[in-house]
């Protein structure tokens, strides 16, 4: 059988780190995706993309179906963002709803605009689009609903994103994330600066794939009042999206050591809660990760396979953080 070509950052990381504690990956040969680990002992786990054999399914498919994790989220007290889950025309009349697209809007107008519409079960901010209005809605919800049978509309939640990644009964890595953006160098179009970061990732390794006819980057340039041919001035920061998913252009920065330890023990203490082991904790502060939670906090999301190869690319440094992150995960799954 060839020997498979690993085609994602993390199976590439997978192979290198695996002999340091006497277990060995072998890769599926054709897409080099998927691999089999198989430790010292026999054991034997799995990975598919950046999902690892450590979570059970259960907890990872209520992780996976945003309204359904929100619910369980709210019954054991934790704070997540108010919203309500609404179904597509074929799939309300199959299960005898009435919460049409249209019950969808009346929502957004009771809980006031802007809103978040959201697809259900996709992740990496697939399908995620804010609206201000009835116009931008309904584009948003037929867009989602292009995705997903079952959309969310979400209340507007204003502070800074982070994403705090839980392993068993430790935080082994959290992050803030920043929307897609570019700034300006007084020449070049907004255009010109998104193919000049494309450029960027690739060198980089990342996989992303920004796409400039996303109606979202439409959208949020309209209200700013510009176009993808305008040109910025030098220093001046264009945002481009509303949602700050790395894997739609966003960047990250390093707060591990800055996270309180109360916001700790909470996402600690829900991803417990959620039967995960490892698991990507997505919540919105009102100031800053270093504060206590109770100083406000909302859970959006809850994920049970966070990626950590996020900057891997970054250079020598960055690559051994995100080694020693996936050696910790690896010894956890043994188990």
Known sequence: MAKAKPKSILAEILIEIAPRIGAQVTLEPI?????????????????????LDINRVGASDIAKDKGYAKYFMRLMGYRTISGETFYSKSWAKAIRSKKGIDAAF??????GFPVVVKPNSRSQGNGVMKAHNKTEFYQAARWAFAKDSTILVERMVVGKDYRIVVLDDSIISAYERIPLRVVGNGRSTIELLLKAKQRMFVRQGRDTRID??????????????????????????????????????????????????EMAKMAINLTRDMGLRLCGVDVIVPISIDRSPKHGYHIIEVNSAPGLDHYAALGDKQREVVEDLYLQVLVAMET
Not at 31 to 51: C, D, E, P
Not at 106 to 111: D, F, G, L, S
Not at 223 to 242: N, P
């Open 31 to 51: 897409w080099g995706y998927v691999g089999q680990i198989t430790y010292a002992s026999g054991v034997k786990r799995y990975f598919r993309s950046s999902t």
């Open 106 to 111: 009346r929502y957004a107008k009771r809980i």
């Open 212 to 261: 400039s006819s996303d109606p979202r980057i439409k959208a949020k340039l309209k209200r700013q009042h510009l176009t993808l041919q305008s040109i910025i001035e030098t220093g001046d920061v264009v945002y481009l999206l509303d949602n700050a998913n790395l894997s739609t252009g966003g960047e990250s920065v390093d707060v591990t050591d800055l996270v309180h330890p």
